[in-house]
């Protein structure tokens, strides 16, 4: 059981370092998601069932969705596609 807390931990480390040099925002809030189910993992076995709901509960579901919304309301999203799209649009035109 040691062996597995080392693991979660050593892996909470990498997804805290891996977000601040993330460029891209979408694998930032992926790469929170994650860091807040391995928090929430980390609580269960802790034995505190009641810190591992809640941080599941806020910390990968409702401030991811908050963290998704507010990328589509300021078109990052889907700037991206249209950059690709556009970037695809002018290839095909080349050939």
């Avoid at 599941?56 to 507010?70: D, H, K, Q, Y």
Wanted: glycine share 4%.
């Amino acid at each position: 059981m040691r062996i597995f807390q080392y693991i979660l931990l050593s892996f909470l480390v990498v997804c805290a370092i891996s977000v601040s040099f993330s460029k891209k925002l979408l694998n930032s809030i992926l790469i929170f998601m994650s860091y807040s189910l391995v928090m929430s993992i980390i609580w269960i076995c802790l034995e505190s069932p009641d810190l591992a709901i809640t941080e599941a509960a806020v910390g990968a579901g409702i401030t991811s969705v908050l963290f998704f919304v507010t990328l589509k309301k300021i078109h990052a999203i889907e700037e991206n596609n249209q950059a690709g799209e556009k970037e695809s649009m002018i290839e095909q035109r080349r050939r």
